[in-house]
């Protein structure tokens, strides 16, 4: 039995289907073009879905999603989605009338989470928070092996903790949140106040194909020694030390694991990042927990598909 995981991003959405072992099947990735609105999205979702349906019939049997923003888990609604511009907008529902398959939804970053716990720690016993490093920043919890919601199925909203008094805007409307430094949106943003000549930094550094002036051309760029790329990381490290430094003495987990895009960019930043966590006076949750870049970039879509699947048969 198989199931299709999607993980709704604010700039692209991912579908994938894994059996229950994890293993990867299939997979499709395509633009969320949010601005054409939710109803338009939804029905390119379902015709993705539709596709999947074509190649494996019976054998799928669940859809989890994972979406970036305020989630109404028992009712599948995407209640505020800072990074897609999307208020109260339905989207497990329609998705299961349409495919007639059960559809399970969740933040991304929980389904991020409980990727972490299913892949990444073998449903190992302990306490894990994941981070998602992408467009924006999420995280999710699962606490003795069950996904913690919060009173509102809220909790993990990292992204909009205040880590600096009136400081940069966040595309949730307030100032100084972690994801207005360390969401990919605000890395580039930083980068374009110190990298004048833009047109030439993408022809140097931007990946063949994709010349782009994106995380990965920054990357490369920190790779081949440019100062100003390295300067960028580790502001980035910095911040998002103090960020995971405020979770951690508040959390207290066994693991913490860093997945997402700019989660490749670990080499570069995570220097920074730890520094800023050997400096706490508090030491013990410092000194026991462990931090780990997941290996797998894409845990929000396998997370999701395995949180569907365990659902479904249970």
Not at 90 to 116: H, V
Not at 176 to 182: H, I, N, T, V
Request: glycine residues 14%; aromatic residues 6%; contains cysteine.
């Amino acid at each position: 039995m198989f199931g299709i995981g999607i993980d709704i991003g604010g700039t692209n959405t991912k579908l994938v289907v894994v059996n229950r072992a994890g293993k990867l099947l299939a997979q499709e990735r395509f633009r969320t073009e949010a601005s054409k609105g939710p109803q338009a999205f939804v029905k390119r979702l379902a015709a993705a879905v539709e596709g999947f349906r074509r190649d494996y019939g019976r054998q799928l049997v669940s859809i989890g999603i994972g979406a970036a923003g305020d989630v109404d888990p028992e009712r599948g609604i995407l209640r505020f989605s800072p990074n897609l511009g999307w208020r109260s907008v339905k989207i497990a529902g329609p998705l299961e009338r349409s495919t007639g398959l059960p559809c399970s939804m969740e933040n991304d970053a929980n389904m991020a989470a409980w990727g972490a716990y299913e892949i990444e720690m073998e449903r190992k016993k302990g306490n894990i928070l994941a981070l998602t490093l992408g467009t924006g920043i999420g995280s999710g919890l699962v606490l003795d092996g069950k996904l913690y919601h919060g009173g509102t199925g809220s909790a993990g909203e990292a992204g909009h903790v205040k880590i600096e008094p009136d400081g940069r805007p966040c595309h949730c409307g307030g100032r100084g949140c972690l994801e207005a430094y360390c969401g990919s949106y605000a890395i580039m943003a930083r980068a374009r106040e110190l990298i004048k000549n833009e047109t030439a930094f993408i022809k140097k550094f931007a990946a063949p194909g994709h010349e782009k002036f994106n995380t990965i051309c920054l990357t490369n760029a920190a790779a081949a020694g440019h100062a100003g790329a390295r300067r960028v990381w580790a502001e980035t490290g910095h911040y998002l030390g103090r960020g995971l430094a405020a979770l951690i003495l508040v959390l207290n987990p066994d693991c913490v694991v860093l997945t997402g895009g700019v989660s490749r960019a670990r080499k570069w930043f995570m220097p920074a990042m730890n520094k800023v966590l050997g400096a706490q006076q508090i030491k013990t949750p410092f000194a026991r927990v462990k931090i780990r870049v997941a290996d797998n970039a894409d845990l929000g879509s396998h997370g999701a598909a395995l949180f569907g699947l365990d659902k479904a048969l249970k």
